[in-house]
């Protein structure tokens, strides 16, 4: 909470356009992100350069950049009291990452998770060591860190997955500021529950690599079908049941007030509600609350002008931020001025 009149902290966070997005992606990440907007200076966008990675097809990439886009406006973002833009609209951002580079111990990046998994994948294969790695794969976390210091961001809202990439990010920074005094800001992670992890139709974590997801903006009978299949014991309506490791519980959970929460837990508790009835319950809540923004997801997918404009202006605000903290670098490192940008308060600090 930022005291009156002061600025509000900025939280930044990046998403991996790798897939639809699915119910676990809204409750667990969309939702909370949207949330923070109300006492944060919100700084979204859409990490194309780092499902480059791992996505070599140009008409999927593009496709699923605009499924982003229209998704989190559709779930509340709001496009111009936030920024909501594409990583790859600012240009700033990638020569960042190469002045950051040239700060990354080479070693700090050879303990990287992903890179490690990736090696430990290869000698359980009998691969060769680097088989499939790319460089960028190998810098990842160089762009990642440079995507989070280029806007000076205080918070990076993230899943416990990405925390060490946090870490890396502060390791650079400290590493510039040793060199240059404070030129970068360093971030702190704001590390979503583990507990809000939503499961999936299988009851194992909700992952498109499971083929256990319940997609956002699935057509509603498609989304009743899914729910319907969820898996649970085979406990009868009058037997006492465990809430805690119901599947059906725990998405209930997430998107119904707390105080159906309680009564739906004294129910099982008690033995007095079969899981069928639980379903059909879900599924018309998920359908309530979808409705609406199912409705303006269809209408900005339909409309790419209207999102290429949002994230056209999502850039160009972008680019003034990121531009500024570029002149305080290249003022440091001693690269000089850029060409045809004005030099902007607070450079040389
Ligand atoms: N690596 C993140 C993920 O896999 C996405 C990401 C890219 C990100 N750049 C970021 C997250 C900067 C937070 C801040 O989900």
């Not at 001693?334 to 607070?346: F, P, Y």
Request: aromatic letters at 6%; a negative charge; glycine letters at 8%.
């Amino acid at each position: 909470m930022s005291p009156p009149g002061a600025s509000p902290p900025v939280a930044l966070t990046g998403i991996k356009p790798t897939g639809s997005p699915t119910l676990g992606n809204w409750l667990g990440a969309i939702r909370p992100a949207v949330e923070l907007t109300r006492d944060h200076r919100a700084l979204y966008f859409i990490a194309d350069y780092h499902a480059l990675t791992t996505i070599h097809d140009g008409d999927a990439l593009r496709e699923l950049t605009y499924e982003i886009t229209a998704t989190w406006i559709a779930l509340g973002l709001d496009p111009f009291e936030s920024l909501l833009y594409r990583q790859s609209d600012v240009p700033e951002v990638f020569e960042v990452t190469w002045i950051l580079s040239c700060f990354a111990p080479k070693g700090l990046l050879n303990r990287a998770h992903a890179y490690k998994a990736a090696l430990d994948a290869n000698s359980a294969a009998g691969r060769t060591t680097d088989d499939g790695v790319s460089m960028g794969l190998f810098n990842y976390p160089v762009l990642m860190a440079a995507d989070i210091v280029a806007f000076d961001a205080d918070v990076v809202p993230v899943g416990l997955d990405q925390k060490q990439h946090i870490e890396i990010a502060r390791d650079l920074v400290d590493a510039v500021n040793l060199a240059y005094g404070p030129v970068l800001k360093p971030p702190a992670p704001l590390i979503r529950e583990e507990a809000e992890t939503i499961p999936g139709t299988d009851g194992r974590k909700m992952s498109k690599s499971y083929g256990n997801t319940l997609p956002v903006f699935a057509p509603a009978n498609e989304m009743r079908k899914r729910i319907m299949r969820i898996v649970t014991d085979s406990r009868r309506p009058e037997d006492p049941k465990d809430p805690e490791t119901d599947t059906l519980f725990r998405i209930y959970r997430a998107v119904a007030p707390e105080a159906d929460v309680a009564i739906l837990r004294d129910r099982y508790l008690e033995g007095g509600i079969g899981y069928g009835d639980v379903k059909k319950d879900l599924a018309a809540r998920i359908e309530e609350s979808l409705d609406e923004p199912r409705g303006v997801y269809e209408r900005l997918m339909a409309d790419r002008g209207e999102l290429d404009r949002i994230l056209a202006g999502g850039a160009d605000r972008a680019r003034e931020i990121a531009g500024d903290v570029l002149d305080r670098l290249r003022a440091a490192v001693g690269t000089g001025e850029r060409l045809g940008s004005e030099r902007r308060a607070g450079v040389g600090r």
